[in-house]
Nanobody, 124 residues
Framework: QVQLVESGGGLVQAGGSLSLSCAASVRTFSNYAMAWFRQAPGKEREFVVSIAWNGGLTRYADSVKGRFTISRDNAKKAVYLQMNSLKPEDTAVYYC?????????????????WGQGTQVTVSS
């Protein structure tokens, strides 16, 4: 029903920046809350940030507050993640997720639709 494709991952030095994009194939993108999760090797999938359908409500994990910024463009059916001041601890596969809801969630179980992930590696 909903297809999500992430892009923009890569290798960056600590303190650097990356910008991720998620393109959605869906009829009405504004019906969906969106989120970014990440998963490092041997770790559970971790909540990063979520954003409501109109972009007016966001929620960030404490580990990324002040460094990461989520945004969305409903006309382009896309969500973005600007990552600044990157740390080696940010190294993970980053996943875009969607849920048809007016609410935003922090649990992976609450998002039915997922992208394939994009690798972000931060070197020291």
């Amino acid at each position: 029903q909903v297809q999500l494709v992430e892009s923009g991952g890569g290798l960056v030095q600590a303190g650097g920046s990356l910008s991720l994009s998620c393109a959605a194939s869906v009829r009405t993108f504004s019906n969906y809350a969106m989120a970014w999760f990440r998963q490092a090797p041997g770790k559970e999938r971790e909540f990063v940030v979520s954003i409501a359908w109109n972009g007016g409500l966001t929620r960030y994990a404490d580990s990324v507050k002040g460094r990461f910024t989520i945004s969305r463009d409903n006309a382009k059916k896309a969500v973005y993640l600007q990552m600044n001041s990157l740390k080696p601890e940010d190294t993970a596969v980053y996943y875009c997720a969607a849920a048809r809801s007016d609410l935003i969630f922090i649990s992976p179980n609450q998002y039915p639709y997922w992208g394939q992930g994009t690798q972000v590696t931060v070197s020291s």
